[in-house]
């Protein structure tokens, strides 16, 4: 496996220069279809296509970086890498040859660019073709149909609320959001003073970050959808409450969170990390505890790590609660992965920053309720050198895990020895089988409740 030690990102990569400058001369002509947002990127909006399955909306994509790679690597028996990252941007897209971080990785798609001149016309022209047949799927289920849902929705959602700025398509974060301890910071990310965060655990940072009336007017939206009718995920495989909140219009608003808090505050909280500069994608979501006299709901959250590099967890409360704290264990692939670091309370607005990779869980809720707002950040660059073998994947290599193993660090759902630690037998205990997937994975379907 190969080690590299940074990322080749969009502005360094030659092809995707070339396609940004061509993207930026045309857009000073006749065109409005591309553009150039950023060195290294190409924008390209594709209008709703007549008779397409896909024609619900305009969508925007973005060129640039080196997608999957820039050779023919295939280590670890994946297709021969794309020259550049074609990324269909907006969380309604759902098809079998786009990825969850929007990627284009159809192979026939990638079969006719490469047949063709790389050019903006050219992935432009397959695109279109892409999006105007009903790819088929092993069980006859229509992928388009899911995208179709996510856009009435959202546009339902917004038609009740018209008036709110949060849920418009160009929301984005504004300094009034956000405590005044993190303004200066939000003027001059790279090098405004962080001493508004706190570090109680290594790798666990805390924050203030949202005001008490401004996490009131997140609870409220909230509130809002679950009251109505309209479609909706609950945001992964382990909470059976909360919602996917950029589907129900947040999308636009979670990205300028990413792109003013997340991405900066990593950049500089882990330099060493090979992805801490790339941050480009997210899951956003909710999740909501219910103490038991309160009826149903989820009490507490198995230890797991997350499918993201970098979490951001906010407590947005909803009145009182009490205890319900997050639990930090070690990061996976270090040898302390299940030795119990830290345990923190939620306060109010306050923020905690962790890698998605650091074990945590939440204890039980004793009264009340609690609300938090989680945001997955991800870098498409980091994933795809990873997934074909040029980065080591996140938390390798592997140190063996040595030391004593914690109970509270023990996880049921994921733990191969869980049953025999928890019964004292650490002589018939087995290693923890701790293979590096998401456990706590978003659902691919969409449910009604």
């Excluded at 991405?263 to 909280?269: D, G, H, K, Q, V």
Aim: aromatic share 6%.
């Amino acid at each position: 496996m190969a080690t590299a030690t940074k990322l080749t990102l969009p502005q360094h990569h030659p092809l995707s220069l070339s396609l940004a400058a061509c993207a930026s001369t045309v857009a000073q002509g006749d065109s409005d279809s591309w553009s150039s947002s950023a060195p290294g990127l190409a924008e390209i909006l594709i209008d709703p296509i007549t008779a397409s399955p896909y024609a619900v909306k305009q969508w925007r994509c973005l060129v640039g970086g080196p997608g999957l790679g820039a050779d023919e690597d295939v280590a670890w028996g994946g297709e021969p890498r794309r020259p550049v990252c074609v990324r269909v941007l907006g969380v309604e897209m759902s098809h079998p040859g786009i990825d969850d971080l929007g990627c284009v990785v159809d192979s026939s798609f990638w079969a006719a660019v490469l047949e063709d001149k790389i050019t903006l016309e050219s992935i432009e022209k397959h695109l279109r073709v892409l999006l105007a047949s009903e790819p088929a799927t092993a069980d006859g289920s229509k992928p388009s149909d899911l995208t179709k849902q996510k856009v009435d929705t959202i546009s339902r959602f917004r038609t009740l609320h018209p008036e709110n700025p949060i849920l418009a398509p160009t929301a984005i974060l504004q300094t009034s959001h956000c405590h005044p301890k993190i303004h200066a910071f939000l003027d001059n990310p790279q090098s405004a003073s962080l001493d508004f965060i706190s570090s109680p655990s290594p790798g666990v940072y805390t924050f203030e970050l949202f005001p008490e009336e401004f996490c009131e007017q997140l609870v409220n939206i909230i509130d809002a959808f679950e009251e109505t009718t309209l479609p909706r995920r609950r945001p992964n495989t382990m909470n059976n409450y909360g919602l996917v909140l950029t589907e129900i219009g947040l999308e636009a608003y979670a990205t300028s969170l990413l792109e003013k808090v997340i991405a900066p505050l990593s950049a500089r909280l882990w330099p060493e990390e090979i992805f801490s500069t790339s941050l480009d994608a997210h899951h956003t979501f909710c999740v909501e505890y219910r103490a038991e006299e309160l009826g149903k709901g989820d009490r507490n959250l198995d230890m797991h790590h997350d499918a993201s590099e970098v979490t951001l967890n906010v407590c947005l409360g909803r009145g009182e609660f009490s205890a319900s704290g997050l639990r930090f264990c070690g990061e996976f692939g270090r040898a302390d992965h299940r030795q119990s670091k830290l345990q923190l309370q939620h306060s109010l607005g306050r923020a905690v920053l962790h890698l998605g990779r650091h074990r945590h869980g939440a204890d039980d809720i004793a009264s009340g309720e609690r609300v938090n707002l989680i945001v997955w950040a991800r870098s498409s660059a980091f994933r795809a050198a990873a997934a074909y073998g040029h980065v080591p994947p996140d938390g390798y290599p592997k140190i063996p895990e040595s030391g004593e193993v914690h109970q509270v660090c023990l996880s049921k759902a994921n733990d191969a020895d869980y049953e025999s630690r928890i019964k004292g037998d650490t002589e018939m205990a087995t290693p923890a089988k701790r293979k590096y997937t998401p456990f706590n994975a978003p659902p691919k379907t969409c449910t009604k409740f």
